[in-house]
Nanobody
C-alpha cells in the first residue's frame, strides 16, 4: 500500500486543520491506519489510529477531545480533524498502515508502511 499525507500548513494557535491520508495500491479495508507525528528535536509519537471497520479508534491520552479520526472507504482516505491547535502540535504528521495486527496499536513497529508526512506549524 502507498500512503500520502497532505493538508498540513501554518495555522494560529486555537485554529483547526484537517489532514488527509490517501491510500492506494491495496485493499483499503485490510489496513489499520494511524497518525504519528515528530516534533523538532523529539522522537516520533503516536497520535491516533482507526481500525479496519472504522468503528474503533485509539487516541493518545493527551490529544483526545481535540483530535478526531475518520475514514472514507469510497475515497480510500483517512482524515484527522485537529481543533484547538497549540504551538506544541507543531510537527511533521505521518499516516502509516498496519496490515497484520488484530487490534489497533499505539506502537511504531506495528505499522508496516509509511509514506511522506505533512508539516503542521502552529504559531503563537
Amino acid at each position: 500500500v502507498q500512503l500520502q499525507a497532505f493538508g498540513g500548513g501554518l495555522v494560529q494557535a486555537g485554529g483547526s486543520l484537517k489532514l488527509s491520508c490517501a491510500a492506494s495500491g491495496a485493499t483499503f479495508s485490510d489496513y489499520i491506519i494511524g497518525w504519528f507525528r515528530r516534533a523538532p528535536g523529539k522522537v516520533r509519537e503516536f497520535v491516533v489510529a482507526i481500525g479496519r471497520n472504522g468503528n474503533s479508534a485509539v487516541y493518545a491520552d493527551a490529544l483526545q477531545g481535540r483530535f478526531t479520526i475518520s475514514r472514507d472507504y469510497a475515497k480510500n482516505t483517512v482524515y484527522l480533524q485537529m481543533n484547538s491547535l497549540k504551538p506544541e502540535d507543531t510537527a511533521v504528521h505521518y499516516c502509516p498502515a498496519d496490515r497484520y495486527s488484530q487490534y489497533v496499536s499505539r506502537t511504531d513497529p506495528r505499522y508496516d508502511y509509511w509514506g511522506q508526512g505533512t508539516q503542521v506549524t502552529v504559531s503563537r
